[in-house]
């Protein structure tokens, strides 16, 4: 490990080529078309590897109560290597840091151990070097502590370079956004079976609309938004105009007024027709809900403001700062998610912040 830090050297990056783009946005769209997630975790492995070859790429889970959801490595570990990897997995030095900093970005052994460190470990001599894994790079998709989601790759001889890297980092916050799609459309299909079988939809505001902007289904507390009367019909009528020209756009997920209240509206679109959940704003983006995922509470307030929908003069105004001070909050903030811009950012938070509850789903193996 040399003498720079972990931030210069992830300030350092080369540039891409136009097939590296190419890949990663094959990558990302094929993940984002996952039904639910188990098809996430079995897409996400396999296009790892491909875009980023390595001997391992493993896949872990977990709740905030350290129960594991899910643990998977591609290809399969030996028997081994098991009990090997549950016995010193607390000596990794990329886990010993992220849980020190909670920094999620990809980073490898190089960038934060020298090897004469890593191979005086125990889990290096019982575990990495038995396994033929000389070099890891590691990242955490940006998410609260209700959820950490952690994939790492290893390689027997070169290490990862710097292109690797931020191919890594070109898709992170792309996965938790595909993630919490893959969960809505996997809550969506649990609840029209629900609601085919005469059962209520667990009162959650969802809506079915035609291609045309018709409502062909509303539940009962997305009645109570859409109605104009306590006994108006909902279905059959044309979605509120405010909704069909946001929908218009390309957002996937924003805040509308609605029936003289905020809504935060996000939508799945499937064979022509468009599902739309809709839910409380100041419920699912709290300022403790972003403060989770490593922001300042000056962080956390800056992308709250602009996540409703707030312009950088309006939010800078409601916060008591200047535009250029805001926007040096921004910076960081974008640098904390991985994210490229403000976009990419407030969706980002969306996706990371407001997932409804992951539901239970066996465990496997742990991962390298």
């Known amino acids: 490990m040399d003498g720079r830090s972990v931030q210069e050297r992830m300030g350092g990056m080369s540039d ?46 977990i709740e905030g109560d350290g129960r594991v959801v899910a643990a998977i490595v591609e290809p399969e570990l030996p028997a081994w290597a098991v009990p090997a990897w549950e016995r010193y997995a607390g000596e990794n030095p990329l886990l010993r840091r992220y849980l020190r900093t909670r920094d999620g970005r990809a980073l490898r052994f190089s960038d934060v151990s020298s090897r004469r460190e890593l191979r005086k470990l125990p889990l290096y001599r019982h575990f990495y070097e038995p396994l033929g894994a000389e070099h890891q790079i590691a990242f955490i998709l940006p998410s609260t502590p209700k959820l950490t989601i952690g994939v790492a790759l290893t390689r027997s001889e070169s290490d990862f370079s710097e292109r690797d890297r931020r191919l890594l980092e070109l898709t992170r916050p792309h996965m938790i956004q595909a993630y919490r799609a893959a969960e809505l459309r996997e809550q969506l299909a649990a609840t029209v079976g629900g609601l085919r079988s005469g059962l209520d939809a667990d009162d959650r505001a969802i809506v079915l609309l035609d291609p045309d902007g018709g409502v062909r289904f509303a539940s009962a507390s997305a009645q109570e938004i859409f109605a104009e009367g306590p006994d108006a019909p909902v279905e059959g009528r044309q979605a509120p105009r405010v909704l069909t020209e946001w929908l218009g756009g390309a957002a996937r997920s924003g805040t509308l007024r609605l029936d003289g209240r905020t809504v935060l509206v996000r939508r799945l679109v499937s064979d022509g027709r468009t599902v739309l959940l809709l839910d409380d704003p100041d419920r699912v983006l709290s300022l403790s809900a972003l403060r989770a995922l490593g922001l300042t509470p000056r962080e956390a307030a800056v992308l709250r403001e602009l996540a409703l929908g707030a312009e950088t003069r309006e939010a800078a105004v409601r916060l008591g700062m200047a535009p250029r001070t805001l926007a040096k909050h921004l910076q960081r903030v974008n640098a904390k998610l991985g994210a490229v811009d403000r976009g990419q950012a407030v969706a980002t938070a969306w996706a990371a912040a407001a997932g409804p509850a992951a539901a239970r789903s066996p465990s496997t193996r742990p991962r390298v």
């Open 16 to 61: 891409l080529r136009e097939s590296d783009f190419r890949a990663a946005l094959d990558f990302v769209g094929e993940v984002h078309d996952a039904q639910d997630r188990d098809e996430f975790r079995a897409l996400i492995l396999p296009g790892y590897r491909t875009l980023v070859p390595a001997l391992h790429v493993s896949y872990n889970e």
